[in-house]
T-cell receptor, first 115, second 113 residues
Framework: DQQVKQNSPSLSVQEGRISILNCDYTNSMFDYFLWYKKYPAEGPTFLISISSIKDKNEDGRFTVFLNKSAKHLSLHIVPSQPGDSAVYFCAARPRANFGNEKLTFGTGTRLTIIP | DSGVTQTPKHLITATGQRVTLRCSPRSGDLSVYWYQQSLDQGLQFLIQYYNGEERAKGNILERFSAQQFPDLHSELNLSSLELGDSALYFC????????????FGPGTRLTVL
């Protein structure tokens, strides 16, 4: 049962344009969402997060949007740069309490920025 | 650099063997998480320790066990290894508070031949 889904395994975007990565979830108990970026042979690197009490969070070139009614979130990167080429993972977590902080990950989207 | 260290980086072993993966969390972090990433899959949660105590368990096989030591480093023990155990094993750490972020180590690539 895939509770966090990233339906696009890959995405190619021209340098300077906007990259939009999508993520859907099914578990209504998820309360906190994160995006991680992963280069080959490295561990995932935290990018940005959003709590369910918000619908948008921005950090520099990265913005995450959350649509709770649709159980959908997206990561916008603008402008896209060659160094953004990596695999992006969406992750979700239920309301944090004792014993409930594990992350459930999607299968990732490979983003390629074309110079 | 996330501040989380994992050793070894690569491990090649044979079926039936036992291996130990080691993780040192970021300074001050009390929670350690272990995740497994098989080929082209997302990361699957295995187990979490908080300040030396087991806190949560995922789909961890009975052949696998973990512990967290008083200095807060953690070890993941994998025994009676099978070909299907070949994967990337990641450790993450967090402060252990409500909305804290998990920071990941570089991973250990395990190959079982």
């Amino acid at each position: 049962d895939q509770q966090v889904k990233q339906n696009s395994p890959s995405l190619s975007v021209q340098e300077g344009r906007i990259s939009i990565l999508n993520c859907d979830y099914t578990n209504s108990m998820f309360d906190y969402f994160l995006w991680y970026k992963k280069y080959p042979a490295e561990g995932p690197t935290f990018l940005i997060s959003i709590s369910s009490i918000k619908d948008k969070n921005e950090d520099g070139r990265f913005t995450v949007f959350l649509n709770k009614s649709a159980k959908h979130l997206s990561l916008h990167i603008v402008p896209s740069q060659p160094g953004d080429s990596a695999v992006y993972f969406c992750a979700a977590r239920p309301r944090a309490n004792f014993g409930n902080e594990k992350l459930t990950f999607g299968t990732g989207t490979r983003l390629t920025i074309i110079p | 650099d996330s501040g989380v260290t994992q050793t070894p980086k690569h491990l090649i072993t044979a079926t039936g063997q036992r291996v130990t993966l080691r993780c040192s969390p970021r300074s001050g972090d009390l929670s350690v998480y272990w995740y497994q990433q098989s080929l082209d899959q997302g990361l699957q949660f295995l187990i979490q320790y908080y300040n030396g105590e087991e806190r949560a368990k995922g789909n961890i096989l009975e052949r696998f066990s973990a512990q967290q030591f008083p200095d807060l480093h953690s070890e993941l023990n994998l025994s009676s290894l099978e070909l299907g155990d070949s994967a990337l094993y990641f450790c993450a750490s967090s402060a252990g508070t409500k909305t804290d972020t998990q920071y990941f180590g570089p991973g250990t690539r395990l190959t079982v031949l």
